[in-house]
T-cell receptor, first 116, second 113 residues
Framework: AAGVIQSPRHLIKEKRETATLKCYPI?????VYWYQQGPGQDPQFLISFYEKMQSDKGSIPDRFSAQQFSDYHSELNMSSLELGDSALYFC???????????????FGPGTRLTVL | LAKTTQPISMDSYEGQEVNITCSHN???????ITWYQQFPSQGPRFIIQGYKTKVTNEVASLFIPADRKSSTLSLPRVSLSDTAVYYC??????????????FGKGTRLSVIA
């Protein structure tokens, strides 16, 4: 079965540079979530989109922005990168609107961002 | 959101049944209990979800007492490949779906041969 695709899988950037992470949800899934997991930390919710509109906002820095496109893929744009942004960034997708107990999120393999 | 408390780590031998208990004393009436599993450098994976009593699937069982202030994830006959971090999440699920997950401190399970 098709899974969530994230690209790139690994990314190395210098401080103050920008980065763009991409997420392709499972076909027919219309909701995308972004999570950040620092070294030794638990995943933290950043932001989510449902039907191309932002649905929830978590602990996403102002330097980051994201959007969901007409084909439901999503991009996380990160600017003025800092050393503390080094982390695994996971994208998850679900079939929004199904609601209740059937709203299961499926995670991608993650993008490992290293800021030097 | 209800605060959850889990053991930081657990060790088990292969073939044993593992029970991980999660405390959530201030669980709300409309909160569900969901467990996710995460292997190193991989995204979390849904294991099981329940509201009350007992839920069982092909991977695990979830036991929830009547007061719902705790829950226990039961993994039957674990193998080395079950070594992972297990997260207990408690929160409401919207009728419209797209509910963000709030991860707390998970339990690091180590299965020993």
């Amino acid at each position: 079965a098709a899974g969530v695709i994230q690209s790139p899988r690994h990314l190395i950037k210098e401080k103050r540079e920008t980065a763009t992470l991409k997420c392709y949800p499972i076909p027919r899934h219309d909701t995308v979530y972004w999570y950040q997991q620092g070294p030794g930390q638990d995943p933290q919710f950043l932001i989510s989109f449902y039907e191309k509109m932002q649905s929830d906002k978590g602990s996403i820095p102002d330097r980051f922005s994201a959007q969901q496109f007409s084909d439901y893929h999503s991009e996380l744009n990160m600017s003025s990168l800092e050393l503390g942004d080094s982390a695994l960034y996971f994208c998850a997708s679900s079939l929004g609107g199904s609601g209740g107990a059937s709203d299961t999120q499926y995670f991608g393999p993650g993008t490992r961002l290293t800021v030097l | 959101l209800a605060k959850t408390t889990q053991p930081i780590s657990m060790d088990s031998y292969e073939g044993q049944e593992v029970n991980i208990t999660c405390s959530h004393n201030n669980i709300a009436t409309n909160d569900y209990i969901t467990w996710y599993q995460q292997f190193p450098s991989q995204g979390p994976r849904f294991i099981i979800q329940g509201y009350k009593t007992k839920v069982t699937n092909e991977v695990a069982s979830l036991f929830i007492p009547a007061d719902r202030k705790s829950s226990t994830l039961s993994l039957p006959r674990v193998s080395l490949s079950d070594t992972a971090v297990y997260y207990c999440l408690v929160g409401p699920l919207r009728n419209s779906g797209n509910t963000p997950l709030v991860f707390g401190k998970g339990t690091r399970l180590s299965v020993i041969a």
